[in-house]
């Protein structure tokens, strides 16, 4: 930590240059970039379980030993032990404990589990194969929130954060034959957790997307990069991992469009550059061309679907591929139709939610809101043609002169590029959302900015800004401002407060002239289905209106250059318990938790469909 420290102070100190450094410093050390095309086992199915609200299994900080006999970790075959009668016995049994189906949060798998807040041990029994020289690994796409990882009894890897993915080896620990995969996973949140406890989502705790096992030959591509540069050449890195990775030939293929080898340093990492191709597509919402790109080096392979494009602004315009465009978008949570989500993005329940934004909202973007969601998403983004500001949970507020959670922070941020960098799709990284104005704060984010220009100089960066209202006139006043691309808000006027629907449209906006400006939310709660006349708050006809009255006032805000309104689909939130019109739900929905469609959704379509 004081090494770490050190290296925020040095990089407040030295900018860029220390932000470099203490990238690097922040890399995770194994990617497994591309592992759903590898050579993998998928450990999706039913994993048993064993509740342990008082962590009476874990040996924790606080000097709590877990009794052998609650080690739910042990690689021990409980029933047969019990068989051989004597004087020991055990309080858990994972052999024969209740099933859960996983991936899958918790809270929608059991009644009892609804509000469970705690440690849950799970076990999955898998068989592995010979490594003969091989290596192997588990991947972890997301656990929220801290992982402890078993195998075969032994410890092979922790991690905190629950919408990014870890990986660790366990070429050791493996059997060949069948194995005991135990993971602890404590869903409770903190003071030092990003985020901390309160937000306006659901908890969702356990392990909420796919683990693999995955093979590789002893020497590996651990991870590889490609992007356009503006100029339309190409670059990018390569990073091998293993006993052969210094001086290797790495040969690249871009679909049958270009191809280059290039050579590894002794740190098993080479720079990759290519002319501009000639008969590159470039991708775009409306192309959304996507190469097959195949990296081999060593005999091993790493695959890669990528679409190639570029992103930048031009005082209040944002510029895809060197031409204007506005973002015509909605925001999003990662919760699947259905009266009782689980957080189980399969591709199925992803291309639905997005199939809503792209076939009939007529948008060409998404707030992926308010965490990194699932890879799958993300690549159905790259395929269905959708622009994305992606995020990691700096909600509202988080303990900001911490130097261990800015470390957290700026981990996590590196964790979802390094996931992310490849996906055409993504063009915004943000940096926070609605964290109020304080110095300590400005420092904080202005530390994940520089992170993030130092991991991806190619896209921009934007944050969800908290808006200042003197009578009828909206000002943005944040000193962050500096350290953006792009300006996004949040604003409610007309749902929080007590403005008549009827003023929107006159509401003024003072912002940056020479600066692109996004409406990152604006929303109303309607219940599907009540209708009232009157117009009254909560009716689908208030929301409808309000949509439209918003869209008005949308239209003569200069630099408006998109919007991501708050939300496709109402989602469930411990914050929203009005027991008839909203019992758990955030009702802010354009589409209710089943898909029912709100007459707002066709004010917006009908807007995004003549702004198309
Ligand atoms: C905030 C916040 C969302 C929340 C929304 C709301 O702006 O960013 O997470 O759900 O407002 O109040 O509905």
Not at 220 to 249: C, E, K, T, W, Y
Not at 418 to 429: F, G, K, M
Not at 431 to 456: I, K, Y
Not at 535 to 552: D, G, H, I, M, P
Request: charged content about 25%.
């Amino acid at each position: 930590m004081k090494k770490f420290a050190l290296a925020v102070f040095t990089f407040i100190l030295l900018g860029s240059q220390g932000a470099a450094c203490l990238a690097d410093d922040l890399r995770p050390p194994l990617l497994l970039t591309g592992s759903h095309q590898r050579d993998s086992q998928d450990l999706s199915g039913p994993w048993t379980y064993s509740r342990d609200l008082y962590r009476t299994g874990l040996t924790d900080i606080n000097g709590w030993v877990a009794k052998s006999r609650m080690q739910r970790y042990r690689d021990i075959d409980v029933a047969a032990e019990e068989a051989k009668g004597g004087a020991t016995f055990f309080e858990f049994d994972m052999d024969r404990g209740p099933v859960m189906t996983i991936p899958g949060a918790w809270n929608a798998a059991q009644p009892e589990l609804r509000y469970y807040d705690g440690l849950i041990w799970f076990q999955r029994k898998f068989n592995a194969r010979e490594l003969r020289g091989g290596r192997a690994f588990l991947r972890f796409e997301a656990v929220n929130y801290r992982a402890h990882v078993y195998l075969n009894g032994k410890e092979v890897g922790k991690h905190e954060g629950g919408f990014t993915p870890f990986a660790v080896e366990v070429s050791e620990a493996l059997r060949a034959g069948e194995n005991r995969l135990v993971v602890g996973v404590d869903s409770q949140h903190d003071a030092q957790s990003i985020p901390t406890q309160i937000t306006d989502w659901d908890l969702y705790g356990g392990i909420t997307r796919p683990v693999r096992l995955v093979y590789t030959p002893s020497t590996f591509i651990d991870d590889a990069m490609l992007h356009l540069n503006r100029d339309g050449s190409i670059a990018g890195s390569v990073q091998l991992n293993g006993p052969g990775a210094a001086g290797q030939q790495v040969a690249i293929r871009i679909g049958d469009i270009a191809s280059v080898n290039v050579t590894t340093d002794a740190q098993g990492r080479a720079a990759v550059s290519l002319p501009a191709p000639r008969k590159l597509q470039r991708w775009s919402p409306d192309s959304p061309t996507l190469y097959d790109v195949q990296f081999a080096a060593a005999g091993d392979t790493l695959r890669d679907r990528i679409g190639f494009r570029t992103i930048a602004v031009d005082g209040s315009r944002i510029l895809l591929n060197g031409k204007p465009i506005f973002l015509r978008g909605v925001s999003m949570h990662e919760e699947e139709f259905g009266p009782n989500p689980a957080r189980n993005m399969s591709e199925q329940a992803s291309r639905a939610l997005l199939g809503e934004i792209k076939h009939k909202l007529h948008g060409n973007y998404v707030r992926l809101s308010h965490y990194p969601h699932s890879e799958t998403t993300l690549r159905l983004a790259d395929e269905m043609g959708l622009l994305v500001w992606s995020e990691i949970p700096v909600y509202w507020t988080v303990d900001w002169d911490n130097p261990a959670v800015l470390r957290k922070a700026l981990a996590m941020q590196a964790e979802t590029i390094y996931r992310d960098r490849n996906r055409a799709s993504v063009i915004l990284w943000s940096v926070g959302n609605e964290t109020p104005v304080s110095a300590p704060r400005t420092r904080f984010h202005a530390a994940m900015a520089a992170n993030v220009r130092a991991l991806d100089p190619t896209r921009l960066i934007s944050a969800a800004l908290l808006v200042e209202r003197d009578k009828d006139v909206t000002t943005i006043n944040d000193p962050l401002l500096e350290q953006l691309d792009v300006l996004a808000v949040n604003t409610y006027a007309g749902w929080y407060g007590d403005d008549r629907l009827a003023d929107l449209p006159g509401l003024k906006w003072n912002v940056p002239a020479n600066r692109p400006l996004i409406l990152s939310e604006f929303g109303a709660d309607a219940l599907a289905g009540y209708h009232d006349a009157g117009v009254k708050k909560f009716s689908e006809e208030y929301q409808a209106a309000y949509y439209r009255n918003t869209l008005a006032m949308a239209d003569r805000i200069a630099t408006l250059a998109g919007m991501s309104p708050w939300v496709l689909k109402d989602f469930r939130s411990p914050r929203r318990e009005h027991p008839l019109l909203q019992n758990g739900w955030n009702r802010k929905g354009l589409l209710s938790e089943t898909g029912a469609r709100k007459q707002a959704f066709d004010v917006l379509a009908d807007y995004y469909k003549q702004k198309n």
